[in-house]
């Protein structure tokens, strides 16, 4: 893997009166979270039973939208698309008028994701990935050849070029939206965040790569980086957090090229971030389940 020229600098963003955490107030009250996820617009949350919760920016609250059915994995793309699985892995779409889960019959999918490329997912069964027909209200197959690997995830954003597949292995698939097939990459991650215009990566050893189209190679802007979670947004809006619960953001300076501690630090240690690629915010879930909101 090829590898960008780091230069050294402060570890540490500079406080600044503008910018704080705020605790994020749940309805019913104190109610603790499993998992977050945001969109362009919009930023849901869930607890360990399944119960989904839509961020509401005017109150600064989660409020609890459905119990039922309860659900495994949630994701957030554009606008009002919300989607998930519940725990058997039967696929939902989130009706934000009858403000209920509507079952999309069909086949079951242990990952999805959603973003401007659209709503995708990867079968259960046989780590097939399909693609969501909103006319059909179906999961239907790409039409094209898929790869032998069984995928395990599938991650999707505003990338332009097409969404991303983990296999078994950890090797990283990129879909060419030309050709219409998922092609390997030199990329063996554990995870991937999909942005605006870049895609980031993380290793089983807790380093950080980045995607380069132009050499179609996983590079590292900062080799001194260990991150156990990434959340890419727009280009200058990504964010990590390390084993320890801190939370960083991406210097993209050319100068810089480092990811520095984010001062003030939220109240509690993080275990996740998530970056909106639109206006929805940045947010973090801390160890203990509470939300904060960066401003």
Request: aromatic content about 12%; overall charge negative.
């Amino acid at each position: 893997m090829g590898l960008l020229a780091v230069f050294l600098c402060s570890l540490t963003v500079p406080a600044s009166a503008a910018h704080s955490w705020t605790l994020v107030d749940t309805s019913p009250a104190n109610e603790k979270m499993t998992g977050i996820r945001t969109g362009t617009t919009q930023m849901f949350a869930h607890t360990s039973s399944g119960d989904c919760y839509q961020y509401d920016k005017t109150t600064n609250t989660l409020e609890l939208v459905t119990t039922s059915p309860a659900m495994g994995e949630i994701t957030v793309g554009v606008g009002d698309s919300f989607f998930g699985r519940d725990t058997s892995n039967n696929p939902y779409q989130y009706n934000f008028k009858t403000k209920a889960f509507d079952f999309i019959p069909g086949t079951p999918i242990m990952s999805i994701g959603a973003g401007a490329e659209g709503v995708w997912g990867v079968d259960s069964s046989d780590g097939e990935v399909y693609a969501y027909n909103s006319t059909t209200n179906t999961f239907d197959p790409p039409p094209h050849g898929e790869p032998s690997e069984f995928f395990e995830s599938i991650s999707v954003g505003n990338y332009g070029i097409g969404p991303w597949g983990l296999d078994k292995g950890g090797h990283a698939w990129l879909y060419n939206t030309n050709t219409r097939f998922f092609d390997e990459t030199d990329g063996v991650l554990d995870t991937i965040a999909v942005g605006t215009g870049q895609v980031w990566g993380i290793t089983s050893s807790n380093t950080v790569w980045m995607y380069d189209p132009g050499t179609e190679k996983w590079i590292q802007p900062d080799t001194s980086a260990r991150l156990v979670e990434i959340s890419a947004g727009t280009d200058s809006n990504i964010w990590g957090v390390d084993a320890s619960g801190e939370v960083y953001k991406f210097n993209d300076n050319p100068k810089i090229l480092r990811f520095q501690l984010v001062s003030p630090q939220p109240p509690e240690a993080a275990s996740v971030v998530r970056v909106s690629s639109g206006g929805a915010g940045i947010f973090v879930l801390s160890t203990s389940g509470s939300v904060y909101k960066y401003h």
